[in-house]
């Protein structure tokens, strides 16, 4: 629309210019918005729906003057809020300081299962309980720790106490707990929680400073023994590792070795501090004092407790007690942590054991049957597409152990937004008053109700002809719309996201049949819902049926026109004064078999044939009967005057001519004054012809004798 040039010396407003726009333009969707609600009632359903929580309306724009005003004071503030770096020749920018501490700043409470800085916090004081365990031995035992270096020992010391009083007095007693099915999220109660369990006794006693007694006994490692007290905080940490971990079991793997390799490391400990207690050297059994002293006892360590062998007989009674000890120690741990091992490494390849022994059983099932090799060779391949593409075989049998909610949960984040692009399903949108979509409750429910299945290369998802009983939405892969006279002409390809048989589910009359064949192009996972399951849900969703229903047609009449296609050419000459010649109905041409002017000149022609046919039964049958009637009425004239003989006969009546009595039978269609107007009877013959109540009878002939009223 073109613009009016404004008047001179007019003013105008462009801000009240554009809110009057504004105006305007609501007020005709809302002009739409009522009249497709009085066009289609359906459409408004009365069923409710979650709605989003109300959001404030963003405040009008000021006048151009603020915002220049505005623009003034953010250029002025911005260089103070901009932080900028400046490194050899280059310039970047960095968040200030003031955002690093928010987000390093401490909730008041602290969620043990969800908060990922809760668990980098648990490393940290794993890792100082680690440095305890491995080294207050090392250093008791071997005289690794020497005056010289003694200074780099005790602050690493040092460090790892401040992990555990940080521990003690500001992170634990955060931490949530569980009471009576609530989580406690109170400072007060979340500290007395803590004060009162078994953890805070360790924790305590952990941290209790025995270092004191260096200044007596001096720097002695044998004082910092109850700083291993803290393993509680080292196995919650190994479970909440776990649960945030997508390969879990490799992580096991490695504690499990940490736990043998800190066992052979304890038992090195004890060796060099038996060869010591002996004297080094003075057997053969004892630890010679040559090499490297850690790495020989540890060798020694290995090759005991995996009963491996060949080592020097002990000599002395101290040395066999010893040797005894940690052969009977070597055999249970060793046993102990083999199991163990077996046990992670088996649930981690438990969905592979159990992909293997299904696919086993299988093929032994075909064998036994003797099933042709080329369908044994596609459920080969069935089983490993779907092992590699999803790592199960069946994705329900995992989400049945969780409740409902979480089902739905998931199934929201996996398949909502796949199902919303359905236009038959498409979610509700509230515009004003009216809402233009399905219940989204409803859609959740069927959510749950969706099957997986996986289609291989050149299977057949739906044949041409078909009932359709069920719709199917492409999660994976490609199919192809097969046509053409021989059926092999691709029509369409279809990805993921797509779908098809949408409009069967709604189909009235049993559904209705596929018209073109779909062949998976590839390795096609699907997801399927049959018309069964979709009735079970709308039974408690009356309205959204109704809706859908009336979608159905929609749809419907819209895949029904014709593909846009070149311009039709228009007739040239008189033809164009005349128009274009309707098309002779499908049903003439499907019953006649003819075409054009053949077929209408066919079906005339029958019709006047069955019309002459049907008058010439009719005239037929009236002659039959009026002949029937007339000799009954002549046989009765005659007998009459006999019987009247004694009578007086009147002149009039029996000077009628003969010709009258003849006249009736030679003409088509006597007349029944004729007949009736006689003197000597009183009585006259009434004939009436009716449509039969029956089809396909004709009409009835009635005659009836009936006196003349004086």
């Known amino acids: 629309s073109t613009q009016k040039p404004t008047p001179p010396g007019f003013q105008t407003n ?120 491995w080294f207050i031995p090392l250093r008791f035992v071997f005289p690794y720790q020497t005056p010289s270096n003694i200074i780099y020992w005790f602050t690493i010391d040092i460090i790892c106490d401040i992990c555990y009083l940080c521990d003690l007095l500001i992170f634990q007693p955060r931490v949530q707990f569980l009471k009576g099915g609530d989580i406690i999220s109170d400072r007060v109660e979340m500290k007395k929680f803590y004060h009162s369990s078994v953890k805070f006794r360790l924790d305590v006693i952990s941290v209790l400073p025995f270092e004191v007694l260096y200044f007596f006994f001096g720097f002695n490692p044998a004082f910092r023994a109850n700083r291993m007290l803290k393993h509680n905080t080292f196995f919650e940490f190994n479970d909440r590792l776990e649960a945030i971990l997508d390969k879990a079991y490799i992580y096991r793997v490695i504690r499990t070795t940490g736990y043998l390799l800190f066992i052979l490391h304890i038992n090195a400990c004890l060796y060099y501090w038996a060869s010591d207690y002996e004297g080094l050297g003075s057997t053969r059994w004892v630890y010679d004092g040559k090499g490297n002293m850690y790495l020989r ?134 515009t004003g008053e009216c809402r233009n979509g399905c219940d989204t409750q409803m859609i959740y429910d069927m959510l749950l109700r969706l099957k997986s299945i996986v289609y291989l290369p050149g299977d057949f998802v739906c044949k041409k002809g078909e009932i359709g009983r069920e719709m199917y939405i ?131 022609q029958l019709k006047t044939e069955q019309d002459t046919q049907v008058m010439l039964q009719k005239t037929e049958y009236i002659r039959k009967h009026l002949t029937f009637c007339f000799q009954e009425t002549q046989a009765e004239t005659e007998n009459k005057p006999k019987q009247e003989e004694n009578k007086p006969v009147e002149p009039a009546a029996s000077s009628a001519p003969p010709a009258q009595k003849e006249e009736p039978n030679a003409g088509a269609k006597p007349k029944p004054p004729a007949v009736l107007h006689r003197g000597t009877t009183n009585e006259s013959l009434i004939i009436t012809m009716s449509p039969s109540p029956k089809t396909e009878e004709g009409e009835i002939l009635k005659v009836e004798v009936k006196e003349k009223k004086k």
């Open 474 to 604: 492409i999660k994976q892969g490609e199919v192809q719309v097969l046509g053409g006279p021989d059926g092999t002409k691709v029509l369409v390809t279809l990805r993921a996201g797509a779908v098809f048989g949408e409009i069967s589910l709604l189909a009235a009359g049993g559904g209705n049949r596929r018209t073109a064949d779909v062949v998976a192009h590839g390795f096609a996972n699907l997801f399927i819902l049959d018309k069964k399951t979709l009735n079970e849900i709308l039974v408690h969703y009356p309205e959204s049926e109704k809706l859908l229903m009336k979608k159905a047609k929609v749809l419907l009449k819209q895949k029904g026109k014709p593909a846009p296609g070149p311009p039709a050419q228009q007739p040239r000459g008189l033809a164009g004064l005349f128009g274009q010649k309707q098309e002779t109905p499908k049903l003439f041409k499907a019953i006649l078999g003819g075409k054009g002017k053949e077929g209408l000149s066919r079906l005339l």
């Open 297 to 430: 006892c540890y060798y020694w360590a290995v090759r005991t407790l995996i009963t491996i062998g060949g080592l020097p007989e002990p000599q002395t009674l101290f040395e066999i007690v010893f040797q005894l000890l940690n052969y009977f120690l070597g055999v249970f741990v060793f046993s102990s942590l083999i199991g163990q091992m077996r046990d992670v490494i088996g649930a981690a390849t438990a969905g592979q054991n159990y992909y293997r022994s299904n696919m086993d059983n299988t093929v032994s099932y075909m064998n036994t049957y003797s099933i042709p090799k080329v369908v044994q060779n596609r459920v080969r391949t069935w089983y490993e597409y779907t092992w590699d593409s999803q790592g199960m075989l069946d994705e329900s049998e995992l989400l049945e152990q969780m409740p409902t909610k979480m089902q739905l949960a998931i199934a929201i984040d996996v398949n909502f937004a796949i199902v919303n692009k359905v236009d038959l399903f498409k979610a509700s949108s509230f």
């Open 14 to 133: 462009g801000y009240a210019g554009a809110q009057l726009q504004e105006v305007v333009r609501k007020m005709r969707e809302r002009a739409t918005i009522y009249k497709e609600k009085l066009k289609d009632p359906v459409l408004s359903s009365p069923e409710g729906s979650p709605t989003a929580s109300p959001s404030k309306k963003k405040p009008p724009p000021p006048p151009k003057e603020e915002k220049k005003e505005e623009k003034k004071e953010d250029a002025e503030a911005k260089p103070e809020e901009d932080h900028y770096c400046d490194m050899l020749c280059c310039k970047f920018r960095k968040p200030p300081l003031k955002k690093y501490m928010e987000y390093l700043q401490l909730p008041d409470s602290i969620d043990s299962y969800t908060d990922r800085r809760y668990v980098a916090w648990l490393m940290l004081v794993t890792v100082a309980y680690n440095w305890n365990c």
